[in-house]
């Protein structure tokens, strides 16, 4: 056990991106929280950690190509690696904004193929995706939990998902997994906790 922990200290964040996106390759179902609750467990992913921008994005992608969504994937989860690795670790706390969120936006984003001069409509609704998931975690308060701020992403953008393109993957009501791991873990505060 000490071994596998002192080698998940030692790995970059770029290898634990790579990693990810072999590992979620190879996921076939259509529910990213499922998907999500089996990548967290391995023992590269940390209970926090600038891994979960590429993670999280990553399920929600490949949900949704399963789910029958028109997308290169092997593009999309490319490309969102490379977006996720620009994203800091502690932007929740040091710029106000969840990078659970950002990477889920950024899936939507690839999904749609935007960028900062579309005028097609989806850069709008992507903002009014994150203010939405946004105030939800701000009315939750801190500190930071990447499970949870995980699961209020995914709840937000699978309803995205469903609302703008038709492709239904699963949602399941949540119940925390990793409390226990979680030194500041909020417990009855936490819609998942229990």
């Not at 030692?10 to 999500?36: C, H, Q, V, W, Y």
């Not at 929600?60 to 399963?66: G, T």
């Not at 994150?130 to 499970?147: D, F, M, V, W, Y």
């Amino acid at each position: 056990m000490t071994c596998l922990y002192e080698e998940r200290l030692l790995m970059t964040i770029e290898g634990k991106a790579n990693r990810i996106i072999e590992d979620i390759s190879k996921e076939k179902g259509i529910n990213p929280i499922n998907m999500f609750k089996i990548m967290a467990k391995k023992d590269y992913i940390s209970i926090h950690g600038p891994e979960h921008h590429i993670l999280d994005g990553a399920c929600l992608l490949m949900a949704y190509y399963n789910a029958g969504g028109k997308i290169d994937i092997d593009y999309a989860l490319e490309k969102l690696l490379k977006e996720g690795l620009r994203m800091p670790g502690a932007m929740c706390g040091l710029w106000g904004i969840c990078g659970a969120i950002t990477s889920i936006g950024a899936a939507l984003s690839i999904i749609d193929g935007t960028g900062p001069l579309s005028e097609d409509g989806t850069w709008g609704d992507h903002m009014a995706f994150t203010s939405s998931a946004i105030g939800e975690l701000g009315q939750i308060n801190g500190p930071r939990c990447c499970k949870r701020d995980a699961m209020i992403a995914f709840k937000h953008g699978i309803e995205y998902v469903r609302q703008h393109y038709g492709v239904q993957i699963e949602y399941e009501k949540q119940h925390c997994e990793f409390s226990s791991q979680n030194q500041q873990c909020i417990k009855e505060r936490c819609p998942f906790f229990g």
